[in-house]
C-alpha cells in the first residue's frame, strides 16, 4: 500500500484526498495545513490519520510514501524543496511553478535528489479526453491540424488567486496550463511548440485583480499545426471545459461540462457544480467530477508508477516545458507579437 501525504487543505486538495478513494493501492496517510484547526477539519472529512501544521514534520514521517503539494503557486518551490530532501516520491498540482526559471529550479530539485515525480494535470486523464486522443491515435480523424480548447468559469475559489503578483499570472496561467498539455499530449511532445502569441485583459474583475480575467493563446508547433487555447475567469453559469480537435479526415469534440443531468430548480438542492454561480434556475449539475475531470484516473496512475518505479505520462519537465510556453505567452501579451518558446535550464 502506497502512503500518501497531502499538503493543503483547500478545493483541490478535497479533490486529491476524493481522488484516493478510487486507487486500490493508495491511501491518505497524513495531510498538513498551516492552520491548526483547518488540518484538523480536513483530516476529519478525509479520514486522515495524521494531520501537521509543518511541512517538514510530515516529510519526515516515515510511514509518508509520496507527498501531494496542493498549495498556493509561490509555495511549490519550498515544498518540493523539503519533500525531496527527505527522499519522498512528489505529486505537484498545476502548474507547476509561476514562470519556467521557477520551474527549472523545482526540475533540478527533484533531479539532483532523484526522487520520483509527477506532474497533475489532470486535463489529459479526463474519460472523455483520454477517449478522443485513443481515436486521435487511432488514425480516426487523420493527421490532426488544429485544436481548439475552452477552460472557463467566474473565478477562482481562493483570494491568494487574485494576488496575480503573488500567484505568478491569472486566467491564462490558472487555467491554460490545462489545455496547453492537452495540445502537447495531442500533437506530441517531441513536436515542440516553437511560438506564441497571445491576447489578455481584465474585463470583469479590476476591483480584484491586476491580472487578466480574460486570455486568447494562439501556439505554433514544429510539425505546423496550430493550437487556440482561451481561458476565462469572467464566465458566469459554471464550468466551461471543452475542445475541439480537427483533422484531415474528421473531428473530435469533447465537453466536461455538458452532462446528461440538467433541469430548471425553483428551490436549491445543494452543491451542483464547482462554481455553479446559481442554485436555481437552469442548472448543469456534472456528476461525480473528481471522476468527470481525470482526477482519479490521474491518482491511480501516479500510485501504479510510482509503486512499480516507472515513470509517469506526466512529470515535472512537462510541467517545466508548459511554463516556458505560458512565459511566452505572457510575453507576447506585452509585445504585442509573437514570442518564441525558449526552453532554458
Given at each position: 500500500?502506497?502512503?500518501?501525504?497531502?499538503?493543503?487543505?483547500?478545493?483541490?486538495?478535497?479533490?486529491?484526498?476524493?481522488?484516493?478513494?478510487?486507487?486500490?493501492?493508495?491511501?491518505?496517510?497524513?495531510?498538513?495545513?498551516r492552520?491548526?484547526?483547518?488540518?484538523?477539519?480536513?483530516?476529519?472529512?478525509?479520514?486522515?490519520?495524521?494531520?501537521?501544521?509543518?511541512?517538514?514534520d510530515?516529510?519526515?514521517?516515515?510511514?509518508?510514501?509520496?507527498?501531494?503539494?496542493?498549495?498556493?503557486?509561490?509555495?511549490?518551490?519550498?515544498?518540493?524543496?523539503?519533500?525531496?530532501a527527505?527522499?519522498?516520491?512528489?505529486?505537484?498540482?498545476?502548474?507547476?511553478?509561476?514562470t519556467?526559471?521557477?520551474?527549472?529550479?523545482?526540475?533540478?530539485?527533484?533531479?539532483?535528489?532523484?526522487?520520483?515525480?509527477?506532474?497533475?494535470?489532470?486535463?489529459?486523464?479526463?474519460?472523455?479526453?483520454?477517449?478522443?486522443?485513443?481515436?486521435?491515435?487511432?488514425?480516426?480523424?487523420?493527421?490532426?491540424?488544429?485544436?481548439?480548447?475552452r477552460?472557463?468559469?467566474?473565478?477562482?475559489?481562493?483570494?491568494?488567486?487574485?494576488?496575480?503578483?503573488?500567484?505568478g499570472?491569472?486566467?491564462?496561467?490558472d487555467?491554460?496550463?490545462?489545455?496547453?498539455?492537452?495540445?502537447?499530449?495531442?500533437?506530441?511532445?517531441?513536436?515542440?511548440?516553437?511560438?506564441?502569441?497571445?491576447?489578455?485583459?481584465?474585463?470583469?474583475?479590476?476591483?480584484?485583480?491586476?491580472?487578466?480575467?480574460?486570455?486568447?493563446?494562439?501556439?505554433?508547433?514544429?510539425?505546423?499545426?496550430?493550437?487556440?487555447?482561451?481561458?476565462?475567469?469572467?464566465?458566469?453559469?459554471?464550468?466551461?471545459?471543452?475542445?475541439?480537435?480537427?483533422?484531415?479526415?474528421?473531428?473530435?469534440?469533447?465537453?466536461?461540462?455538458?452532462?446528461?443531468?440538467?433541469?430548471?430548480?425553483?428551490?436549491?438542492?445543494?452543491?451542483?457544480?464547482?462554481?455553479?454561480?446559481?442554485?436555481?434556475?437552469?442548472?448543469?449539475?456534472?456528476?461525480?467530477?473528481?471522476?468527470?475531470?481525470?482526477?482519479?484516473?490521474?491518482m491511480?496512475?501516479?500510485?501504479?508508477?510510482?509503486?512499480?518505479?516507472?515513470?509517469?505520462?506526466e512529470?515535472f519537465?512537462?510541467?517545466?516545458?508548459?511554463?516556458?510556453?505560458?512565459?511566452?505567452?505572457?510575453?507576447?501579451?506585452?509585445?504585442?507579437?509573437?514570442?518564441?518558446?525558449?526552453l532554458?535550464?
Amino acid at each position: 500500500m502506497i502512503r500518501v501525504g497531502i499538503l493543503g487543505s483547500g478545493f483541490i486538495a478535497d479533490s486529491y484526498a476524493d481522488s484516493l478513494l478510487d486507487v486500490r493501492d493508495g491511501v491518505l496517510a497524513a495531510n498538513f495545513s498551516r492552520d491548526a484547526e483547518r488540518a484538523a477539519e480536513f483530516a476529519a472529512r478525509w479520514n486522515s490519520p495524521r494531520s501537521y501544521t509543518d511541512i517538514a514534520d510530515l516529510c519526515a514521517d516515515p510511514d509518508i510514501d509520496v507527498v501531494v503539494v496542493a498549495l498556493p503557486n509561490e509555495a511549490h518551490v519550498d515544498a518540493v524543496r523539503i519533500a525531496a530532501a527527505a527522499g519522498k516520491g512528489i505529486i505537484c498540482t498545476k502548474p507547476l511553478a509561476r514562470t519556467g526559471a521557477e520551474a527549472a529550479e523545482i526540475l533540478r530539485i527533484v533531479e539532483e535528489a532523484g526522487v520520483w515525480h509527477g506532474y497533475a494535470e489532470s486535463s489529459v486523464f479526463s474519460p472523455n479526453v483520454a477517449k478522443a486522443h485513443e481515436m486521435a491515435q487511432a488514425g480516426g480523424i487523420g493527421t490532426l491540424l488544429t485544436m481548439r480548447a475552452r477552460e472557463a468559469h467566474s473565478g477562482p475559489h481562493a483570494p491568494h488567486f487574485w494576488d496575480a503578483e503573488t500567484a505568478g499570472g491569472g486566467a491564462l496561467l490558472d487555467m491554460g496550463c490545462h489545455t496547453v498539455e492537452s495540445a502537447r499530449h495531442f500533437f506530441g511532445k517531441d513536436n515542440p511548440v516553437t511560438e506564441a502569441f497571445a491576447w489578455g485583459s481584465t474585463l470583469v474583475h479590476s476591483d480584484k485583480t491586476t491580472g487578466e480575467d480574460t486570455a486568447v493563446a494562439l501556439l505554433k508547433f514544429a510539425g505546423g499545426q496550430l493550437a487556440i487555447i482561451e481561458s476565462s475567469w469572467a464566465e458566469k453559469g459554471g464550468m466551461q471545459l471543452r475542445h475541439e480537435f480537427s483533422g484531415a479526415d474528421g473531428r473530435l469534440v469533447t465537453d466536461t461540462s455538458v452532462t446528461p443531468v440538467w433541469g430548471f430548480l425553483g428551490n436549491p438542492t445543494g452543491y451542483l457544480v464547482e462554481k455553479a454561480d446559481a442554485e436555481t434556475g437552469w442548472v448543469h449539475p456534472v456528476p461525480e467530477e473528481t471522476r468527470a475531470y481525470g482526477f482519479s484516473q490521474q491518482m491511480r496512475h501516479f500510485i501504479d508508477h510510482y509503486a512499480a518505479g516507472t515513470t509517469p505520462m506526466e512529470t515535472f519537465e512537462d510541467g517545466w516545458v508548459v511554463n516556458c510556453i505560458l512565459d511566452a505567452c505572457y510575453r507576447a501579451m506585452r509585445s504585442g507579437t509573437w514570442e518564441p518558446v525558449r526552453l532554458e535550464r
